[in-house]
């Protein structure tokens, strides 16, 4: 590995690390390379107070996973609610048209009839006013 790369990557964990600092503000001091009785117990404080935040962040994870699975589950209802009813407005649809083309040959057969009757009458007349 290069110097230059190397310098590279130290100056970004320094960015990183002066960006995160804050996080850091409660960590122990070391005395001679050996953590004090006092600091152990502030550690363990800390480390207790964040297994209980993990347990409650995974709580409300669990909580949070069942309100979606519950979600996609009305979801899929949902959907297949609206592929039975786009099923049966296709079915009613091709029904109404079959229907309406039927109404509308029977009216045209009607009116040929009542055509039929009606120049059937007109010849009649016809004939007896000619006579």
Same mark, same amino acid.
């Given at each position: 590995?290069?110097?230059?790369?190397?310098?590279?990557?130290?100056?970004?964990?320094?960015?990183?690390?002066?960006?995160?600092?804050?996080?850091?503000?409660?960590?122990?001091?070391?005395?001679?390379?050996?953590?004090?009785?006092?600091?152990?117990?502030? +550690? @363990?404080?800390?480390? /207790?107070?964040?297994?209980? $935040?993990?347990? !409650?962040?995974?709580?409300?994870? %669990?909580? &949070?996973?069942?309100?979606?699975?519950? +979600? @996609?589950?009305?979801? /899929?209802?949902?959907?297949? $609610?609206?592929? !039975?009813?786009?099923?049966?407005? %296709?079915? &009613?649809?091709?029904?109404?048209?079959?229907? @309406?083309?039927?109404?509308?040959?029977?009216?045209?057969?009607?009116? !040929?009839?009542?055509?039929?009757?009606?120049?059937?009458?007109?010849?009649?007349?016809?004939?007896?006013?000619?006579?």
């Amino acid at each position: 590995m290069s110097e230059k790369s190397l310098l590279e990557r130290l100056e970004v964990r320094n960015a990183v690390e002066a960006h995160y600092k804050e996080l850091f503000q409660d960590i122990i001091t070391l005395d001679s390379n050996n953590i004090t009785t006092s600091s152990n117990a502030q +550690m @363990n404080t800390i480390v /207790e107070k964040y297994r209980e $935040e993990l347990k !409650s962040k995974d709580k409300d994870i %669990n909580r &949070l996973q069942e309100i979606l699975d519950v +979600m @996609n589950k009305n979801n /899929e209802r949902l959907n297949d $609610e609206i592929i !039975s009813m786009t099923i049966e407005n %296709n079915v &009613l649809e091709d029904k109404f048209n079959t229907l @309406n083309e039927e109404h509308n040959k029977l009216v045209q057969r009607w009116l !040929s009839k009542v055509q039929q009757d009606a120049d059937a009458m007109n010849a009649t007349i016809e004939s007896r006013g000619s006579r």
